[in-house]
């Protein structure tokens, strides 16, 4: 079967850089997407890789190794606001998303 | 500016009633996805659809139709709405399916099933 893991929670404090790992098994891989999503909203696209290595978007960046199954999302200079869930998604063969369950990051000052 | 809107936003039906859930996008995007979020689960997909009148079933389609007459619009009915479709529905589009297109959100639907 297809799966997606990430932790379900992490805490980190304002300021600081915290990492989201993500691990995948999918039948086949078109590229892999970050979402954030904030309580009650709908989520918004961060960033996609489909090649390795790491993709740098301000203070967010992503990192993939298709060889390891394996993502993680960057996120620096923590803010406040960046308090939300983290969503990974993987392309399959079929250009379908699977969707790993999220990461809740709870910010703290 | 584009969006994508659905409604309503909150919904509340009894078991056995067919209940449709309204998705409009202005991006003039081909493929339009319904999802459902539920706790400790992904995102889930119900249907998704590549054009007008293409439809396709997801993962999780049981109980769920859609009909697409136009390129805006792809509304989900609950042919008899059921305890377990409670969740939180989620309409997408995207301009293409290929590589790297990214999927827009709408601003979700809250459904209880009483």
């Known amino acids: 079967g297809q799966n997606i893991d990430q932790p379900t929670e992490m805490t980190a404090t304002e300021g600081a850089i915290v990492q989201i790992n993500c691990t995948y098994q999918?039948?086949?891989?078109?590229?892999l997407f970050w979402y954030q999503q904030h309580a009650g909203e709908a989520p918004t696209f961060l960033s996609y890789?489909?090649l390795d290595g790491l993709e740098e978007k301000g203070r967010f960046s992503s990192f993939l190794s298709r060889s390891k199954g394996y993502s993680y999302l960057l996120l620096k200079e923590l803010q406040m606001k960046d308090s939300a869930s983290y969503l990974c998604?993987?392309?399959?063969?079929?250009?379908?998303?699977?969707w790993g369950a999220g990461t809740k990051l709870i910010i703290k000052p | 500016d584009a969006e994508i809107t659905q409604s309503p936003r909150h919904k509340i039906t009894e078991t056995g009633r067919q209940v449709t859930l309204a998705c409009h996008q202005t991006?003039?995007?081909?493929?339009m996805f319904w999802y459902r979020q539920d706790l400790g689960h992904g995102l889930r997909l119900i249907h998704y659809?590549?054009?007008?009148?293409?439809?396709n079933k997801g993962e999780v389609s049981d109980g769920y139709s859609v009909s697409r007459s136009n390129t805006e619009d792809l509304p989900l009915t609950l042919e008899s709405a059921a305890s377990s479709q409670t969740s939180v529905y989620f309409c997408?589009?995207?301009?293409?399916?290929?590589?790297?297109?990214?999927?827009?959100f709408g601003p979700g639907t809250r459904l209880t099933v009483l």
């Open positions: 999918t039948s086949g891989f078109n590229g």
């Open positions: 991006w003039n995007h081909n493929n």
């Open positions: 997408a589009s995207s301009e293409s399916w290929e590589g790297g297109n990214e999927q827009f």
């Open positions: 890789n489909v």
């Open positions: 998604a993987v392309m399959d063969s079929n250009y379908q998303l699977i």
């Open positions: 659809s590549y054009g007008v009148q293409d439809t």
